[in-house]
């Protein structure tokens, strides 16, 4: 049996839910949530299909469709994520309060749901195209759903062109593959050969395209406005499955090519190095909770494109194991990522909802009010920095064996200086710990530093529940990360076109290995355990007070003494400080009774407002320049065509 | 089998990137004097057939003589002149500074078994910590503020040129090594006139007051 | 085996303390003193368990994990270490990472209790102790990565088991290079000087002092043990690293003395030199990854 039914009701449920927000008038509450039924209910076919390629099943699905075991392995984060969205947006952004805009958001999610299934499904080029296109400008319109403020504005707007310039890449790109290969089918592309000056060209538009859409740096330049403008469980699809589209079809191209040159793979690395550093750097500097996790995604993505590098040296090199262990973190990067990031995006959500700001400065102590919310949330923090027994850590343990597999080789092999991936891999792992501890510290401990703190409450049951779900969901794959390998080294083979036989060693290694740090995250739980008990038994009968915190004797401590996020933060941006440049703006104190002042600071980000905004002023100021001649008079106007028309003219005949 | 001469390579740059780290000049003048020290026992540990001939003792001893001992002095009488102690932040800062150190010598690690050179020489790290040298020697002047530094970094670089010259030292007659040393001599000599000028002038050894100069 | 596992794993257990004892010792006797006795800080973790609690009111749950994750997530780690050229309890490829990342959760976990409190002084610890550990992290990599390459293994058993003295033949140089790069790590991850002073009792000059300033009775005995615990396994990858070899027997000899010796250096250093100004340890840091990157270059070559 084919998985057409499957793949189409998982297409075409989402797509048609937001629907039942429109047509159903009277009962919006009631709408939403038929739509979000049926978004699930998408969602969960998607995920049965999913699955029964991922157990072996085979994945053709009727014309324009098929589904291999890399496209399972993206397949499923999409539609969990997407899910566990719709059922937050019931209580984040209900249509009972918010009328059409709620609507609106509904019918372009379901819409970029299937625009995501579609393309990852998708057997040729053309329905990638379609897919990708529907995903894209649902994008657009959900960024832009609060229109009415300018930030969401802007964001939307270079969110449209970046993706658009991306787009056309991809247009040429496809273009290239279709010359070469006769049909836009993949199956027909497969098989190109990887060097020459196609395949470098083929390379360059699917970095520039497929990069734009993941947030590689320097392509990131759209994400963090987009992420913070949107609504919640919007952004949390967005960073958690929309960019890794851009991952997908990176791994889709160049998995049709049967030999590709080493320095893709060098290429990759390298990129993904520098966007997982200067993301977290960036992210570091950041007082806006979601622009700090739009930035954590840019640094996300470096991880995985580090790991897709390495696959790409291990296929140039023949390596079936470094091909596995490379993908294999990526892929396993990419699910996990999709987890902890809507987890913490989710997390992000409530704690708007309760306080109505998303100012880091300004919260604290709200661990107290939002007990679950601060637990998960805490757990999605040290998910997201690696720390075992969570997910975070297995996918990067995955990709961190790539990079030393290198040490294997003999001296004065190239592929020996892969392994000083590690050390940067580590600083980055570092400052993320440092960047979640900051956030999860300042936000959820302490103090309350405003009146907004204050009066938070709980997030209601609707969206704590997701938030469990996907918070369950990372400790499971922390703790049983065996039972991932091989769909793996399924999805290994699939993208390399490897047997499996050639895998399996690998596999087995990496299987054995994973199921000691099992062991090892049950004897930390089970250590952990046991010393509670032992202080509960030691406590029993003793003294237990409550007193203010030693604060060296302050008589009388506010909230406002306690350490902001941005001191925080201060002494790890001194080493970034030639990228990370802070504007500030200082208070003017005059007199002896200085009027009531402020002080902000703010970090641009590096490519949209030091490189592409001035470049863009300039190429207006060139364009105003430019007009010479007075054009207002219509003889002017026809004049410059005919001339353009001979000059043209003119070049076709001579050359 | 590491022998001793490789052991003296690698010291000699470990001693090039503690320069580029170090800001207290008692102790970066100390430090090359030991790297000079050092490269003035190379032509001994160098040698192939294990017995020392007249031209590398008179070569060692000159030296050690020359850059272990005279040179360190007359640099620690320029800064009790000047009395300063330390180096200020330099153009690219300590951390920069150490990481271009460390990058020029992975590359030149990295890649000096590509060099075309004449006579493939037993001492594999021979070519590579005359790079290393060479381009801390640079990175000092170029980017420290501080006269003293810039001629501390200069006599790196002269070091870095003396590891090369190791290479051929059994062909450069005698005359030719010593016009090298005696070229060193006179360029600390008069480096040693232009800073007792520089502090009689500014009251200071900050190469950055020189610009006051111009109008 | 099993046997020698488990010898190992009480000596994990019942040695950490004894390191601090030496170390103070060391400290007293080069400053002309006759000073605490060698099971002082045993005494002192009984004491503590034997104290009641006072919890802030501005604390929550987290506060109180604090110190139970710390303990917990070293203790893990020093399953998977090797000790005296044999396995460890449970060893895998690529385990150093899992090693260096618990140590993290435990440092994480510290930072969080600390901004727990409400308190300035420990939110500034907090984030001085996350900046040093984010450069000092690369460092200890780098380092770890020297001996896998030397040894031609990437589990923490095979680096520091029966390859060790045969590596050191081939790689002497960068070996050497490593271990000083490790002991300044080693200084730097257990808050000893020159990065942090642990007998200072100014608050704005501390670091990990403050961080637990908040905690007390059990809660403190935990955190006192997870250091000692902390410095026993930097000293114990330091002392198999540098007095290798023998046979069994004497391998295990070798090793525990120089643990011991370890902790007589440490004191020596805590003596004789002064801390490092804030402004300066970032440098030290790099400048201990600069020679481990040029230990890792001698042998990628």
New interface residues.
């Given amino acids: 049996m084919t998985l057409a039914p499957l793949l189409a009701g998982a297409v075409a449920l989402p797509a048609a839910s937001g629907l039942a927000g429109a047509l159903v008038r009277g009962r919006p509450a009631a709408a939403q949530r038929l739509a979000c039924a049926a978004l699930c209910a998408g969602a969960a076919l998607g995920v049965a299909a999913a699955g029964a390629v991922l157990l072996g099943a085979d994945g053709g699905a009727g014309p324009g469709l098929r589904l291999d075991a890399l496209s399972a392995m993206f397949l499923v984060p999409i539609c969990l994520v997407a899910a566990a969205g719709a059922v937050y947006g019931l209580a984040y952004f209900p249509q009972a309060t918010l009328g059409s805009k709620a609507v609106r958001v509904q019918i372009f999610y379901g819409l970029a749901l299937a625009g995501m299934v579609l393309l990852v499904s998708a057997a040729d080029a053309i329905t990638f195209l379609v897919g990708w296109e529907v995903m894209a400008l649902s994008g657009f319109f959900l960024v832009h759903t609060d229109h009415e403020k300018r930030e969401a504005q802007q964001a939307a707007f270079v969110y449209l062109a970046s993706t658009h310039v991306g787009t056309l890449a991809l247009f040429g790109m496809f273009a290239l593959l279709r010359q070469a290969a006769g049909s836009y089918a993949f199956a027909a592309m497969a098989g190109v050969a990887g060097g020459g000056r196609l395949g470098a060209l083929v390379f360059a538009l699917a970095l520039l395209g497929f990069g734009l859409k993941a947030g590689l740096m320097p392509l990131h330049f759209w994400l963090p406005g987009a992420h913070a403008a949107a609504p919640t469980h919007v952004s949390a699809l967005m960073s958690g499955v929309l960019i890794k589209t851009g991952i997908y079809g990176l791994l889709r191209v160049t998995g049709l090519f049967d030999a590709p040159p080493a320095s893709w793979g060098w290429t990759l690395l390298a990129v993904g190095g520098v966007s997982a550093v200067l993301g977290v750097a960036f992210a570091l500097a950041q007082h806006d909770l979601k622009r700090l996790l739009a930035y954590h995604s840019v640094e996300n993505i470096g991880i995985i494109a580090m790991g897709v590098g390495l696959g790409l040296l291990g296929r140039a090199q023949g390596d079936a194991a470094l091909v596995l262990l490379g993908l294999g973190g990526a892929a396993l990067h990419v699910l996990n990522h999709a987890l902890f990031k809507s987890l913490l995006f989710l997390g992000a959500g409530a704690v708007h909802h309760a306080t109505g700001t998303r100012e880091l400065d300004l919260l ?2 709200l ?2 009010p939002m007990r679950r919310t ?1 637990l998960l949330f ?1 757990v999605g923090a ?1 998910a997201i ?4 027994p969570l997910n975070g ?1 297995v996918s ?2 995955l990709v ?2 790539g990079l ?1 597999d290198g ?2 080789r003999p ?2 092999d190239l592929l ?2 892969a ?2 991936g ?3 891999l ?2 980055v ?3 993320a ?2 960047c ?3 956030v ?3 936000a959820f ?3 309350p530093r405003s009146d907004a703190a204050r009066r938070a409450h709980e997030a209601p049951r609707a969206m704590l529940a997701p938030m469990a779900a996907l918070a369950a969901a990372c400790a499971a794959i922390g703790l049983l990360p065996a039972a991932l390998v091989s769909p793996l080294a399924g999805a290994a083979g699939a993208w390399a076109r490897l047997r499996p036989a050639l895998l399996a060693p690998a596999a087995e ?1 990496a299987a ?2 994973a199921l ?2 099992s ?2 995250a049950a ?2 739980l089970a ?2 355990a046991g ?2 008990l ?2 509960r038994r ?2 029993r009968g ?11 004797g302050f008589a009388a ?1 506010t ?1 406002r ?3 902001t996020g941005s ?6 941006l001194a ?1 970034f400080s030639w990228v990370v440049r802070p504007h500030g703006e200082r208070p003017r104190l005059e007199g002896p009774f200085p009027a009531r002042a402020a002080f902000r600071t703010h970090v641009p980000d590096a490519v949209l407002d030091l490189a592409l905004v001035p470049a863009a002023r300039g190429i207006r100021w060139l364009a105003t320049g430019a007009r010479l001649v007075n054009l207002r008079r219509i003889h002017f106007q026809a004049l410059l065509v005919l001339a353009t028309l001979v000059a043209m003219l003119a070049w076709g005949f001579l050359t | 089998m590491a022998s001793n001469a490789d052991l003296v390579f690698v010291l000699v740059v470990v001693i090039d990137l503690f320069l580029l780290a170090s800001s207290r000049l008692g102790a970066s003048i100390r430090t090359v004097a030991m790297q000079g020290a050092l490269l003035g026992a190379l032509p001994l540990l160098l040698l192939r057939h294990g017995e020392p001939t007249g031209h590398a003792l008179l070569l060692a001893g000159g030296a050690l003589a020359v850059k272990g001992f005279f040179i360190p002095w007359l640099m620690f009488r320029a800064i009790r002149e000047a009395s300063i102690r330390r180096e200020m932040e330099p153009v690219v800062g300590f951390v920069p500074s150490m990481v271009l150190g460390v990058v020029g010598v992975a590359l030149a690690f990295a890649f000096s078994s590509r060099l075309p050179l004449p006579d493939p020489e037993t001492h594999g790290f021979l070519v590579p910590t005359a790079l290393s040298t060479v381009w801390a020697g640079l990175l000092l002047v170029v980017t420290r503020k501080k006269a003293v530094s810039q001629v501390l970094g200069f006599l790196v670089l002269e070091n870095g040129v003396y590891v090369f010259g190791l290479l051929l030292s059994s062909v450069m007659p005698l005359m030719v090594e010593a016009g090298v040393l005696l070229d060193l001599f006179a360029a600390v000599f008069v480096m040693g006139i232009v800073m007792f000028h520089i502090n009689r002038e500014f009251s200071s050894l900050d190469t950055e007051k020189l610009s006051a100069l111009k109008d | 085996m099993a046997l020698r596992t488990l010898l190992h794993l009480a000596a994990l257990l019942a040695l950490p303390p004894l390191l601090l004892g030496i170390v103070n010792r060391t400290k007293a006797v080069f400053a002309g003193r006759v000073g605490p006795p060698l099971v002082q800080p045993y005494l002192d973790l009984a004491k503590l368990l034997r104290k009641g609690a006072v919890y802030s009111r501005t604390t929550t749950w987290v506060f109180r994990a604090g110190p139970v994750i710390g303990l917990a997530a070293v203790a893990a780690a020093g399953l998977l270490l090797a000790m005296g050229g044999a396995p460890a309890a449970l060893s895998f490829g690529g385990d150093f990472v899992l090693f260096a990342y618990l140590l993290g959760l435990a440092r994480f976990f510290t930072a969080l209790a600390a901004l727990d409190t409400g308190s300035p002084f420990e939110g500034m610890g907090a984030a001085r102790e996350v900046t040093f550990a984010s450069l000092a992290e690369p460092a200890l990599f780098l380092c770890l990565l020297v001996l896998a390459r030397a040894t031609g293994t990437i589990s923490l058993s095979g680096m520091l088991g029966a390859a060790l003295p045969a590596a050191w033949g081939s790689a002497g140089p960068a070996l050497l290079l490593a271990a000083i790069a490790l002991f300044v790590i080693a200084l730097a991850e257990n808050a000893r000087i020159p990065v942090d002073d642990p007998n200072t009792h100014l608050e704005l000059t501390m670091i990990h002092e403050v961080m637990v300033l908040d905690h007390g009775g059990p809660d403190l005995a935990f955190i006192l043990y997870g250091a000692s615990l902390k410095l026993f396994l930097f000293g114990a990858i330091l002392s198999r690293l540098v007095f290798r070899g023998g046979g069994a027997l004497a391998a295990e000899g070798l090793f525990f003395l120089g643990v011991l010796v370890f902790a007589v250096g440490v004191g020596v250093v805590e003596s004789v030199m002064a801390r490092l100004r804030m402004v300066r340890v970032p440098q030290l840091l790099v400048g201990a990854s600069v020679l481990a990157v040029f230990a890792l270059v001698l042998l990628l070559r």
Avoid: N
């Fill in positions: 604290g102590g661990a107290r601060a805490l040290a920095s690696g720390l075992p850590f990067e343990w961190y064996l030393l040490l294997r001296s004065g020996a200086f392994a000083l590690a050390p940067v580590a600083l792992g570092g400052l710990a440092a979640f501890a900051k999860v510290g300042v401990l302490g103090a290694r054995s290995g000691r740090v062991a090892i004897a930390l250590l952990a010393l509670v032992l202080r030691l406590a003793r003294q237990e007070e409550a007193a203010e915190t030693w604060g060296c401590p909230a003494i306690q350490y001191s925080f933060a201060e002494l790890l080493r």
